[in-house]
């Protein structure tokens, strides 16, 4: 019998946010990885698609032209509202934990939203999927866990007329692209008639991963599939290309990539050139104005604006995955921007594939009207006033306000995102495999130590003796000579050790920092982690070794006692108390200078310290990583990513609604701050009396709440007449 959909909530049958410091899963993305590298580089899926899908320039630049609402063709057209505009959602990184993919699911399904400040957005006639529809891996199987189950317990109608376009993101590339391109651009099949696979109420219209949609009012939006955050390829390029022929100057554009590559070239310092820079050097190269660039895969809101540009540089991935910080983003940073070369415009083949540009450097802000900060230090400042500045009464007085207009335009808060990040000093408690790892690494080491303390007469019987004639504080201070004596006396040893530290020092994240100081920090601080390890590791192998000696003489005791009464016992009893004791048992006294460890004592040793080290291992070696991550998180930027991936954090979803007028075009940034959890939600009524327009299957026990992140963000059209 199969359960009802509240029913497989409840006991979790349904996909939970992914546990990204599981090492099995580590294990596995990071051979996919290494597959789908080699594959994108010599079995490129965007060639594949180029070559089967036979459509000419001039049908590619017709395929989505959405821009006549009076088309006969109602595949060709889109619906306006009753003054005439016309709505688009955004989305991205959805198709992690059940819970927020079907939250967004279900927001996005309804025929309109009631935003305070904002009034009432209708849903969108065409839904973008900005990259990443599925993680950890994008197979068919996660797919349809993961996407279609939710999506399609949101909004199950059986004729949809909603239309659906999606972009791939890294995660989406895992397979070299291959599910992703069958889920989402099957209407390149000559018979599907170019309709493509249904996802919910929303029906994929796609040919290839990458495309460009006409709208009304002179408006284009573009996706485009910038593949592991690299290259264009070249029919790519064409296709764009050739839809700029097609675009008249002053044309307004929105382009959507799977990635803010302005945030990762100033990041890391990669050429933008190769995705980025091309694809508006493309549109730019034929005078298309570019009003906005929306991206995805950084898990949170973020809004940088270019106020000689005019030109919006929105990053919304809260569709469903876990929440990536915000108090590590600069408040000001530089990006490079095509100008189109005047000069140059007069020659065709110059224009064409945007080589009739000159790039040029602005600066683009996260603030309205800030000082760009000269140092981290500067930064922090900037950021403790900003998380003061709520502080201040307000003549509303309301919580969930939007954004003020000096704040940074970012959501969740800076300050909400430093506290957040304070949860990873419980780390072991939210990813114990991986601590339980970290434990396992904690008792190989000191158990290599603790058999060459013996054998080469390290510490002259200290350590042996602790807990019985030494006290642990008598030998740690001696402890780093103890340790080099070891290292001297086992390669084993030393290479463990070095393993472990180059480990560290490798896996330091200063990819800000340039040339020499980049490997200085990498030394550095993961000479100060590893230290922190090993300081923790060895201390806590003397504090066992303690533990166990102590315990040790009790045990002697009982069994002493046990022996000696055996003669009291049952004949079969003694027997086995005999069998059991005398290997163990030693009548022959020893000399009091006798330095041999009794068999007890070995024998507890043996079994207690595995589990006390891997044990204690895993809790103050798991607890040293999460500090490592706040501590470089807050005060250097570092691993901000991956100590919020073990978080695993599910509120906090973001989405856009774009509204299109005959002048402008209007963005709401809308937020869910809290995620319902499996107890607020209800079966949803079934029957003609009951049944609900978009038929859920799971509705909320209370109204789910949606603010607008921040004030509307609202762009006039831009025309030949307006410059």
Not at 5 to 29: C, E, G, H, T
């Amino acid at each position: 019998m199969e359960l009802s959909p509240l029913r497989q909530l409840r006991l979790r049958r349904l996909p939970k946010m992914v546990s990204w410091y599981d090492p099995r899963l580590l294990a596995r993305v990071g051979i996919r990885t290494i597959i789908s590298s080699v594959f994108g580089q010599y079995a490129d899926q965007r060639l594949m698609q180029a070559v089967t899908d036979p459509a000419g320039d001039r049908e590619i630049g017709q395929r989505y032209d959405y821009s006549d609402p009076k088309a006969p063709d109602p595949h060709r057209r889109i619906a306006a509202d009753d003054s005439g505009a016309f709505w688009i959602d955004y989305v991205a990184d959805v198709g992690d934990g059940f819970e927020p993919t079907y939250t967004l699911a279900y927001l996005l399904a309804q025929d309109s939203l009631d935003v305070h400040g904002a009034g009432n957005l209708r849903h969108g006639e065409i839904l973008i999927m900005g990259g990443d529809q599925c993680d950890p891996q994008a197979t068919r199987e996660e797919y349809k866990r993961r996407l279609l189950l939710p999506f399609g317990w949101a909004f199950g109608v059986p004729e949809p007329q909603r239309k659906l376009f999606a972009i791939p993101g890294n995660h989406d590339w895992y397979d070299g692209l291959n599910a992703f391109d069958s889920l989402f651009c099957s209407s390149r099949d000559r018979l599907s008639e170019d309709k493509g696979n249904v996802i919910g109420g929303w029906q994929c219209q796609q040919h290839r991963s990458y495309w460009a949609i006409r709208l009304p009012y002179n408006w284009w939006i573009w996706g485009a599939d910038i593949q592991f955050s690299k290259y264009l390829d070249t029919p790519q390029v064409n296709y764009f290309d050739a839809i700029a022929r097609q675009m008249q100057p002053g044309d307004n554009l929105v382009i959507c990539l799977a990635q803010p590559s302005w945030m990762i070239a100033d990041l890391q310092g990669l050429d933008e050139e190769e995705n980025f820079f091309k694809i508006t050097s493309i549109a730019r190269a034929q005078g298309a104005h570019v009003a906005a660039v929306i991206a995805g895969d950084w898990h949170n809101y973020n809004r940088y604006y270019a106020h000689e540009l005019d030109v919006h540089f929105i990053t919304a991935g809260g569709g469903g995955a876990f929440l990536h910080p915000t108090h590590v983003l600069k408040n000001n940073i530089q990006v490079r921007w095509p100008e189109r070369d005047e000069a140059a415009q007069g020659d065709a083949g110059l224009a064409r594939r945007g080589a009739g540009v000159q790039a040029r450097e602005y600066d683009i802000r996260l603030k309205c009207h800030a000082r760009a900060a000269g140092s981290p230090v500067e930064q922090a400042v900037q950021d403790v006033q900003d998380a003061l500045e709520p502080l201040q009464p307000t003549k509303l007085g309301r919580r969930n306000a939007p954004l003020r207009p000096q704040a940074p335009k970012c959501y969740p808060s800076k300050a909400r995102s430093y506290l957040l990040s304070l949860r990873n000093l419980l780390f072991p408690f939210y990813n114990p495999a991986f601590a339980a790892g970290i434990g396992i690494l904690y008792w190989l080491i000191t158990w290599e130590f603790q058999t060459l303390v013996p054998r080469y007469g390290i510490s002259a019987g200290k350590i042996d003796d602790l807990g019985i004639g030494t006290s642990l504080l008598s030998v740690l201070p001696y402890l780093p000579l103890y340790l080099v004596q070891a290292m001297i006396a086992s390669i084993g040893l030393t290479a463990m050790l070095g393993g472990l530290y180059a480990a560290l020092v490798w896996y330091v994240d200063a990819t800000e920092r340039p040339g020499l100081r980049r490997y200085a920090t990498k030394f550095l601080v993961g000479t100060v982690h590893f230290l922190a390890h090993v300081t923790a590791m060895f201390a806590l192998s003397l504090a066992v070794v303690t533990l166990n000696n102590r315990i040790t003489a009790p045990i002697e005791r009982q069994l002493d006692a046990l022996y000696d009464a055996r003669g009291k016992q049952a004949p079969i009893v003694r027997d086995v108390i005999e069998e059991s004791l005398a290997p163990i048992k030693h009548k022959t006294p020893r000399p009091a200078d006798s330095k041999e460890v009794s068999s007890v004592r070995q024998l507890v040793g043996f079994t207690a310290y595995p589990v006390l080290m891997i044990g204690l291992g895993a809790l103050v070696g798991g607890m040293l990583w999460g500090l490592y991550w706040v501590l470089t998180g807050l005060m250097a930027r570092m691993h901000a990513d991956d100590a919020f991936a073990a978080l695993r954090i599910q509120n906090y979803k973001n989405f856009l609604r774009l509204k299109l007028e005959p002048d402008k075009l209007t963005i709401y940034p809308l937020g869910i701050d809290r995620v319902p959890g499996p107890d607020d939600w209800l079966n949803a009524p079934r029957g003609a009396d009951g049944g609900l327009r978009n038929n859920p299957k799971l509705i909320p026990a209370k109204p789910i709440k949606v603010r607008l992140i921040e004030d509307a963000i609202v762009i006039r059209r831009h025309d030949e007449t307006t410059g």
